[in-house]
């Protein structure tokens, strides 16, 4: 059974950090892209980054570039989120998810984790 558990959301002030984990569990996710992704309230989810599990090739969306870092440990089979200079607009429920694909869409992604909370206080 295929499972992804966040950890690590929390509540922040404008400007500081946080780093969210991925633990991913239940098959090899060799030639998988994990992706992080958002949902903020009455929003629709959003992409945030992607990385491979095989080259470690990261992408993210415009918002977050130069803020956020993506990465992962494949012999702990974890991904991270490492948010830096956190605004008040990153305040969202994030989410983990795996596709076979090199792709940004949610509805290429097979497994999802239930999510963690990240509020940004002004």
């Known amino acids: 059974q295929v499972q992804l558990v966040e950890s690590g959301g929390g509540v922040v002030q404008a400007g500081g950090s946080l780093r969210l984990s991925c633990e991913a569990s239940?098959?090899?996710?060799?030639?998988?892209?994990m992706g992080w992704f958002r949902q903020a309230p009455g929003k629709e989810r959003e992409f945030v980054a992607r990385?491979?599990?095989?080259?470690?090739?990261?992408y993210y969306t415009d918002s977050v570039k130069g803020r956020f870092i993506i990465s992962r440990v494949n012999a702990k089979n974890t991904v991270y989120l490492q948010m830096n200079n956190l605004k008040p607009e990153d305040t969202a429920i994030y989410y983990c998810?795996?596709?076979?694909?090199?792709?940004?869409?949610?509805?290429?992604?097979?497994?999802w984790g239930q999510g963690t909370q990240v509020t940004v206080s002004s």
């Open positions: 998810a795996a596709s076979q694909s090199l792709t940004s869409r949610l509805s290429n992604y097979d497994y």
């Open positions: 239940g098959r090899t996710f060799s030639g998988y892209y």
């Open positions: 990385i491979s599990w095989t080259t470690g090739i990261t």
